[in-house]
C-alpha cells in the first residue's frame, strides 16, 4: 500500500462520514426554523461528498492530496460537533441589549 492509496481510503471513510452526518441531521432536535440557503448548502455537501466516496470506489478518483484530505477531516470534526447543523458552523450569534 503506497501513501496515495492510504490517502484515497481515508478522503473516502471521512467524506463517508460528513454525508452520514448531514443526512441524519434533525433540524427539530436543535429547535431550528427551515432555511433555504443552509438546506441548499447541506444538499449541496451531500452530493459533493458523495460523489467523492463514488469515485474512489470506482477507482476514477485517481490522486488525493494530502492538503485535500485534511481539509475534509477538519469539516468533518466541525460538523461533528456541530450535531451536522450547517448553521451552527456559519451563523454567528448576534449580541442581544
Same mark, same amino acid.
Not at 452530493?47 to 466516496?53: D, E, H, R
Not at 469539516?75 to 447543523?85: A, K, N, P, T
Given at each position: 500500500?503506497?501513501w496515495n @492509496?492510504?490517502l484515497?481510503? $481515508?478522503?473516502a !471513510?471521512v467524506? =463517508?462520514v $460528513? !454525508?452520514i452526518?448531514l443526512?441524519l441531521?434533525?433540524r ?6 427551515y432555511?433555504f440557503?443552509? =438546506?441548499?448548502? @447541506?444538499? *449541496?455537501?451531500i &452530493?459533493?461528498?458523495?460523489?467523492? &466516496?463514488i469515485? &474512489?470506489?470506482?477507482g476514477?478518483? *485517481?490522486h488525493a492530496d494530502? /492538503?485535500? &484530505?485534511?481539509?475534509?477531516?477538519f $469539516?468533518? $470534526? /466541525?460538523?461533528?460537533? @456541530?450535531?451536522? =447543523?450547517i ?11
Open positions: 500500500m503506497n @492509496s492510504l484515497l481510503e $481515508i478522503n !471513510v467524506c =463517508s $460528513i !454525508v452526518r443526512i441531521f434533525r427539530q432536535k436543535f429547535d431550528m426554523p432555511n440557503g443552509y =438546506s441548499v448548502f @447541506s444538499y *449541496a455537501m &452530493v459533493t461528498n458523495g460523489t467523492i &466516496v469515485r &474512489v470506489l470506482t476514477e478518483y *485517481a494530502w /492538503s485535500t &484530505v485534511l481539509n475534509n477531516i $469539516i468533518c $470534526i /466541525s460538523l461533528l460537533f @456541530s450535531g451536522g =447543523s448553521k451552527k458552523l456559519f451563523h454567528k450569534e448576534r449580541p442581544t441589549n
